[in-house]
Structure formats: structure tokens, C-alpha cells
């Protein structure tokens, strides 16, 4: 009995080392298959990751990077087409202008984020989490979206301007006023395009690069206000009517302006006539909109921009200085501004004018404070030029050098305090015709159109450069979309439009910064005074690599020419990625270090050509290539 109960437990032991040494041998088999499929994508995306319908398993950064690039440099060239009723219109990601240089993007494809995206699917920091990732990714495929931002304002834009045509408004019930009294005049339906469904849309296709047409669909508009709801408005707007003219004053004696003195304005019975409306207004009381009569903020402002707020406003001035003889030397001085607070003061003509009765109003206004006072700035402590930005603009038309100098103009003697964030945008301040800028022809689908900031981009790129020698912080920036022989070596440029994309820095030193910016032939320069505070500057050379060439020239039809003239946009450029790098060491235990990343889409040229009429897709001649 003993005997056979040592030989069963001899064979249970058995049977025991055995399924050990199986599990052991599979764990080492699983073990070294895992090594081996991690060490076949070190550094590469795992099995199962796709961007739209693009299998990237197996491929590196770089390759990805390349195969996205690539799909976006065809996207750039080809763009989207939008149709409605056999109207067709192509939307680019990059828009462009006869002179080259106000080139923009409306739609801005982060292809390095989406890299980084699927290279760390599968890498995180819970390494059992990480491992039931890759059996899904191996199991199932998964679709990693591609990452993009979109302009929708300026997408709506383009897309109302070349298709309004087709749309009929709807038309709510109003006063209309004839032979002394008023009526009220009846609603009408209209027909309208959804916009936000078609950029909707653009935004889905974009993610997985679907390509395809994007057909535009048209709905009822029905008005918000009905002549059935309307009952007796027509006598109110009788009795306001009855109580014009309307008096607008200006009290000086509650601002501390000088040269300003007390003003007034009529405003005669007609013009009030002109802007009364119907329309809605929320009732917290009743929880509901009421319909009753109003003004037409639209018409009244418009009245204000061209009658009242030009006589006195006054904008706010920042103290500017320069150097001279090795000193500092104010040559602006700091002033207050004072503008009309218009929604303040249309909120008074609605409450006392309109339901009040009351025809004699004093507006209301705002004081604008400058940012920088004369008396602040009795020391401040700039010795030196702590860094030099440079960048050549040879061969640039007129309207271009004349805006360069505007912009350099309207930087020169600006002091930028310590731990202040230095907005390009915000510094540069209006960029129209008021404030001496020249416009140039921007192409928008099947239109071209006038905008100013042509050769603002030599001012964004020169004081980048400027910021890189000084040794400050980036807090913004982005490259322009195509190379531009202004702006070489490519991937150290900047590029601006208001308002986005902006160029920022941080003065992150102790110190205030003096802007000096000096024209000198075809060469640009900005200074940077302050004092130096012994941080020390590296920057790499370019790299540059991927070269594409670009699609062939692209006719675009418009009216703006006369028949039969052609002018082209900047010749074709081919497409490139850049990067440098910036090192900067505060002190040995103190080193920042950043790249600059560049991707340049291959840039076709652009032919305007004048026609009589467009044809139906305003593209006369093209050689485009489809995207598969």
C-alpha cells in the first residue's frame, strides 16, 4: 500500500514538472517571439495603424512622414471641388495672390503631430496596457484620424462669395414707410445653401483623405418674424418717429483729452425713419423672444464709423524711442485715446431713444490708455544689441517694398517689458489702406480679390531671425506654405496673417527689449537693444530633404483683367521639408533645446487669365492630376 501510494505521487510529480517545464518553454517561445516582434519595429509603427485608408505598419517617422507629406502636397495642389447645381468650385488648402507673397492656408495639416500619433500607438507608460494595445492593433486595424485645423470662416467666405447667386434670402416682415405713414410690409421664404453641413463635411472627408466632390445642399429658409405677429407696431413706430429729430451729444468736460472740445449731431427725422426695423428681442421676464420695433444696429453703426466716431477718436500712442549717439532717445511720446464705446451708446438709443421717448443723449465713451507711459521708462537699463535678424527682399515689385517699409515703420521703438509675450499681429495694428498699406489680387475659387499684407511675411521672417540671435523663447510660429526666394534657407521663415497665424516670443529676461528696424537697399535688419544677460546661442544649419517638384501651371479665369491678358502668380517652386535646431544655454545647468520643423508644398504656378465671362469652373486651362 505504501509502495504504490510513493509511485503515485512519484507520477503526480512528474506530471507536475512537466506541465512546468511546458509552461516555461512557452513562456520562453512567447517571450522570444515578442522580443523578436518588438525588436522588427523598434522605432516603426505596429502592425494594424492606418491614416484613412494608408496601411503605415512597418514604416518609420521618416517613412510616414513621406507618405503623408506626399498625400498632402497632392491635396495642396489638386484642392477640394464643391458643386451646386452644376456649379463647381475648388477649395485649396493654401490660398494664393498674383504677387506670390500674400499666399495663406485656410486649412493647415499637422502631419508631424499625426506621425507622432501613430508611431506611440502601443507606447505608453503602462507596459501591460501597451501589450493588450498591440493584440488589438494586431487583431483589428485601427484608423488613426488625420490631425488638421480649418479656417471655417474664411472656408464659409470663399464658398458664399462664389455661390450666393444661387441663394434667395429669407426676408422677415418689416416697416416699410410711404406717403407720411407707415405699413407693415409681409414675410417671404428663401432658399439657402447649408454651408456649415458642406464644411462639416470637407472636415470628415479631410480626416481619412477622402478626396472626392463634395456636393452642396440647398433648404427653406423660413423668416423669424411674421406680419401676423405684428399687430400695432406700425403705430409705435409712428410715435418714435414723431419724436425725432434725435440729438447726440459729446461731453468733454468728463475726459481729460486735450483738443476736444463739446460736439453734437442731429439726427433728422428720415434718417431715424431708415433705421427703424422690426425685430426680436429676449424677454427675461416672459422667458420668450417679443417682436417689437428697434434699430438697426448694422445701419446705425455704419452712420457712426462715417459721421460721429472719426471727429473724435483718437488712438492710443505708446512712448517710442531710438538710438542715438549710443543713448536712448524718445522720439514719440506716450498719449491717451479715446474712442465712442458704440454697443454702450447704442444700448442708450434703444432704452431712452427708442422706448423712452428721450431725443437728447450724451454718448458714451471709452479711454484708452497706452500701453507703454512716457514716465515709465525714465531707466530702462538697454546698453547693447543683444541680437541682429536680417533677410533680403531683391527683386520685390513696388507695393511690396512699400509695405515692408510700412511695417518696419510701424515696429520701430517699441519696447517689449520683461516676461511680456510680443504679438506681430497685435504690434503691427490694422493692415488696410487707412493705415498705409497696398492691396494685391488673392485668388478664392473662381474669384480673385483685393486684400493688403503683401510683404508683411519679409517683416515676420526678419524678426523670427532677430528673436533666434537674441536667445528668446518661440511661442509661435509657422512656416509659409510654399519656398519663397525671399526667405531662404528654407525653414527659417515666418509667416503672418491677421488674424491667424500670428508670430509671437516671450522676453524672458530681466530686461526690456528696444526694436530697431533699419532698410538698407534690399536688405532688412531688426535690432534688438537690452542687456545681455550671458545666456549663449546655437543654431544647426538647414536641413533640407524630400524634394518634389510641382504640378504643371494652373489658368485661372477672372473678370479683373482685361480680355485675353495673362498674369501670373510667383513661378513654380518645388516642395521640401526643413529643420534646424535651437539650442540655447541659460547657464550649465540651464539648456534649452528646440527644433524647427518646415514642410513645403510643391507650389505650381498660377496664370490669371481675362476672360468676358467665367465658364462654369472658372478654370481655363489646367493640367491637374487627380488624387487616388
Known sequence: MIFFKLHKTKKAFKGLLFLVAFFISLSAIVLGAYLLFEKKYENKVYPGVYVGNINLGGKSFLE??????????????????????????????????????????????????????????????????DL??????????KKSPLYFSINKEEIYKLLKSNFSKFELEPVNANLVYNDGEFT??????????????????????LASFDTSEIVMKSQIAKPKIYKNKTTGLDLVAQEIIDNAPLTIKFDSSKHEIPKIYDQSWTINKDQVIEWLKIKTEFSPLEERDKILVGLDQK?????????????????????????????????????????????????????????????????????????????????????????TGHSDFSGSPKNRRHNIATGAASLNGLIIKPEEEFSLITALGDIDGESGYLPELVIKGNQTIAEYGGGLCQIGTTLFRTVLQSGMPVTMRRNHSYRVSYYEPAGTDATIYDPWPDFRFKNDSEYNILIQTRIEGDDIYFDFWGTEDGREVELTEPTIYNI????????????????????????????????????????????????FSSHYVPWREVCLIGVEKLSENGTATSTEESIE
Open 64 to 129: 510616414v512622414q513621406t507618405i503623408l507629406n506626399e498625400k498632402v502636397n497632392l491635396l495642396d495642389q489638386n484642392g477640394i471641388s464643391f458643386r451646386y447645381q452644376g456649379k463647381q468650385v475648388k477649395v485649396f488648402p493654401t490660398l494664393s495672390s498674383v504677387e506670390g507673397d500674400l499666399a495663406y492656408q485656410i486649412i493647415d495639416f499637422e502631419v508631424d503631430r499625426t506621425v507622432n500619433e501613430v508611431i506611440n500607438l502601443g507606447r505608453g507608460a503602462e507596459p501591460i496596457t
Open 132 to 141: 493588450f494595445k498591440k493584440i488589438e492593433l494586431f487583431l483589428n486595424k
Open 184 to 205: 407693415i410690409e409681409n414675410e417671404k421664404l428663401g432658399n439657402v445653401i447649408n454651408y456649415k453641413e458642406s464644411i462639416l463635411l470637407l472636415e470628415k472627408k
Open 299 to 387: 445701419l446705425v453703426k455704419e452712420y457712426f464709423d462715417e459721421n460721429i466716431s472719426p471727429e473724435i477718436q483718437i488712438e492710443p500712442q505708446n512712448a517710442k524711442f531710438e538710438i542715438k549717439d549710443g543713448r536712448v532717445v524718445e522720439f514719440q511720446v506716450s498719449k491717451d485715446g479715446l474712442e465712442v464705446n458704440f454697443d454702450a451708446t447704442f444700448n442708450l438709443l434703444e432704452n431712452k431713444f427708442i422706448k423712452g421717448g428721450e431725443n437728447n443723449l450724451t454718448l458714451a465713451m471709452t479711454e484708452l490708455k497706452s500701453e507703454l507711459q512716457t514716465e515709465e521708462v525714465n531707466d530702462l537699463g538697454i546698453n547693447e544689441v543683444i541680437g
Open 548 to 595: 518634389t517638384k510641382p504640378a504643371p501651371t494652373k489658368y485661372v479665369e477672372t473678370l479683373d483683367l482685361p480680355v485675353g491678358e495673362t498674369r501670373c502668380t510667383e513661378h513654380a517652386h518645388n516642395g521640401a521639408d526643413a529643420y534646424f535646431d535651437y539650442i540655447v544655454k541659460y547657464s550649465e545647468d540651464n539648456i534649452v533645446e528646440e527644433r
